[in-house]
C-alpha cells in the first residue's frame, strides 16, 4: 500500500523571510513518507556540440517503488527518467532533436538558460508543439555557464507530460570549473500513484489547479527513492547539483552535519555563502550548486532533507577509506561575464502583476471552490495569460525593468520570468540581494519587487512554476524590442 503525502488544504502562513540568503518561507505540513530503499543515480551523459543529438521522449514501463510492487507506466527521455543529464561548453552550440512518441503534443523549456526567444520551448507561445509522431531541433548556444532544467511547457498542456517524468539537467560547463572529487546532480520528482502503482489521471479540471497543485505521493532523487546513498573518502569536495522537477511540491531543503557553501543559486555564480539554519526555500524550478567537503572521520555522515513531515533525507553522504590531503578553503566560481553589475532603478520601467483567484480557507483549513471556474481560477492584473494579448510591457533592448509582483491569494505562489535572470529588491528599493535569480516566491499576502536588464530581444513569459497552476493562465508576456 502506497502511503499518501498529499498536503492538507492550506499550509500555515510563513514569516517573512528574505527568499534564498534567508528563504522565502514555506512551512510543510506533509504526513510523513514511508521507509525508502537506497538506490544508486545515473551517470552524467555528455552531449556533443557539432551533431545533433536525439532526445526521444517515449513511453516505458519502470518500478517506482522498490520491489515487490508492480512497474509504472510513465514517460521518458531515452528511455529514463529523469532524462539525460545534457553537457554542453559554456558558448558552445548544442544541437538537441525532440523526439516525440507520447500520445500528447510536447515542447522542451529550457528554464533558466537565456537563450534566443525562438528556442524558449513553450509550446503555443514561442514555437508550435511538436506532435506525437513529429520531431523538433532545438540549438541552444548557452551564454552563461550554470545548472538549468529542462521540461515540457506548453500553453495548457504541461501538467501531465511533466507529472509523467519527463524533466532532466543540462549542465554548461565553465571554462574552469571549480576543483572537487565529485560532482553530483540531484534531481528532485514526485508521483501521484495509486495503490495499483499507476500513476492516477490528469483531470485537466481538478481542483489541484486551483490549490497547491498536482502533489504527488512518492518521493524520486535521479529517478530512484531517497536517500541516495554516496560513499567518499574523508575530506572529499563535493558539487551537489540540486533541481527541484517536481509539478508542484514546494520544500525546503535542510543540510545535516555538513558545513554546505552555496555556490550558485538558479545557474547564475555568487559569493558563496552558508544558508541561514541550514536551509534553503526549494520551488519547483529551483536550482542550487552546493560545494562542502565531506567530514574527515571515517564513517561520518551528512545528509541533505526536505522538510517534509518529520523530515524526507533526500542525499545521504559517508565517510569510507583513506582521507584526501587538505584542500585550500571553499572559494566562489567566477560570475558569468553577461550579466550586468548592476539595474539604474531610477531609470526603470516599472510594472506591476496582481495575483488573485485560487480557493479560499476556511477557519476549518479545508478548500472553499465556491463560484471558482476551475478552468480558469487565477488571474494576472484580472485576466489569464493571452498570447494574443497586449503584453504586460514592451521595452527596449538593454532597458532596465522593475516588477512588482503582489500576492493576494492564500498560496504562495513561484514565478519564473523567461529569458532573463534578475535581482530580489529590498523592501525599500534601496538595494538588492547579491545573486540573481530566474524563479522567485512570494509569500501569500506579500509584494515583492524583482529588477532586471532587458537585454534579450524577443517574447517572453513571467509564469508560475506550479504547472497545473500555469495550464489555467496564471502566466503574462513582456516583449523586447
Excluded at 499518501?4 to 499550509?11: A, L, Q, R
Excluded at 498536482?214 to 567518499?232: A, D, E, I, M, Q
Excluded at 478552468?375 to 510591457?393: A, E, H, I, R
Aim: glycine fraction near 10%; charge should be neutral; aromatic fraction near 8%.
Amino acid at each position: 500500500m502506497s502511503q499518501d503525502v498529499s498536503p492538507p488544504p492550506s499550509s500555515p502562513r510563513p514569516s517573512r523571510r528574505r527568499v534564498v540568503a534567508q528563504g522565502a518561507g514555506f512551512v510543510a505540513l506533509f504526513s510523513p513518507l514511508s521507509t525508502l530503499a537506497q538506490q544508486a543515480a545515473p551517470s552524467p551523459q555528455p552531449a556533443t556540440a557539432s551533431a545533433a543529438r536525439d532526445l526521444v521522449a517515449a513511453s516505458v514501463k519502470v518500478r517506482l517503488r522498490p520491489a515487490p510492487a508492480p512497474e509504472t507506466e510513465i514517460w521518458t527521455f531515452d528511455g529514463a527518467a529523469p532524462g539525460p543529464v545534457l553537457k554542453v561548453k559554456q558558448g558552445e552550440t548544442l544541437r538537441l532533436n525532440l523526439q516525440n512518441r507520447t500520445d500528447k503534443p510536447l515542447s522542451l523549456h529550457w528554464h533558466g538558460l537565456r537563450a534566443d526567444h525562438l528556442m524558449d520551448g513553450v509550446g503555443g507561445f514561442s514555437q508550435e508543439p511538436v506532435p506525437p509522431g513529429g520531431q523538433f531541433e532545438y540549438r541552444l548556444t548557452p551564454p552563461d555557464s550554470g545548472s538549468f532544467l529542462y521540461r515540457p511547457m506548453l500553453l495548457g498542456g504541461s501538467s501531465e507530460p511533466a507529472g509523467r517524468g519527463l524533466s532532466g539537467l543540462l549542465i554548461v560547463e565553465e571554462k574552469e570549473p571549480p576543483a572537487v572529487d565529485l560532482d553530483l546532480p540531484a534531481l528532485i520528482g514526485d508521483w501521484l500513484l495509486g495503490d495499483d502503482q499507476k500513476l492516477l489521471p490528469f483531470a485537466p479540471d481538478s481542483q489541484d489547479g486551483a490549490a497547491a497543485g498536482r502533489l504527488g505521493s512518492w518521493l524520486t532523487v535521479n529517478g530512484k527513492p531517497p536517500p541516495l546513498p554516496v560513499k567518499l573518502a574523508p575530506g572529499s569536495r563535493v558539487r551537489l547539483r540540486l533541481a527541484n522537477a517536481c509539478n508542484a511540491r514546494i520544500m525546503r531543503l535542510r543540510f545535516d552535519e555538513m558545513k554546505a557553501f552555496v555556490a550558485a543559486v538558479d545557474g547564475q555564480p555568487t559569493e558563496t555563502f552558508e544558508p541561514v539554519r541550514g536551509q534553503l526555500p526549494f520551488a519547483p524550478g529551483t536550482r542550487y550548486d552546493v560545494i562542502f567537503d565531506m567530514p574527515e572521520t571515517a564513517g561520518a555522515a551528512a545528509s541533505v532533507t526536505a522538510l517534509i513531515g518529520p523530515g524526507v533525507p533526500l542525499v545521504r553522504f559517508a565517510s569510507d577509506g583513506p582521507a584526501k590531503p587538505a584542500r585550500p578553503a571553499i572559494a566562489g566560481m567566477p560570475l558569468n561575464p553577461a550579466l550586468p553589475a548592476a539595474v539604474r532603478l531610477q531609470d526603470a520601467k516599472r510594472s506591476e502583476m496582481i495575483i488573485e483567484g485560487g480557493a479560499r480557507i476556511t477557519p476549518e483549513n479545508k478548500l472553499d471552490l465556491a463560484g471558482l471556474d476551475l478552468s480558469k481560477p487565477w488571474t494576472v492584473n484580472g485576466g489569464q495569460g493571452d498570447p494574443k494579448g497586449k503584453p504586460l510591457f514592451s521595452v527596449k533592448r538593454g532597458s532596465p525593468v522593475v516588477i512588482g509582483i503582489t500576492n493576494k491569494t492564500a498560496f504562495l505562489q513561484p514565478f519564473h520570468v523567461h529569458g532573463h535572470s534578475f535581482r530580489l529588491l529590498h523592501p525599500l528599493d534601496d538595494g538588492w540581494e547579491p545573486y540573481f535569480l530566474d524563479t522567485v516566491q512570494i509569500p501569500e499576502g506579500k509584494r515583492l519587487h524583482i529588477a532586471f536588464i532587458a537585454d534579450n530581444p524577443g517574447r517572453w513569459l513571467i509564469s508560475s512554476t506550479v504547472l497545473e497552476r500555469f495550464d489555467r493562465g496564471l502566466w503574462s508576456w513582456f516583449e523586447v524590442t
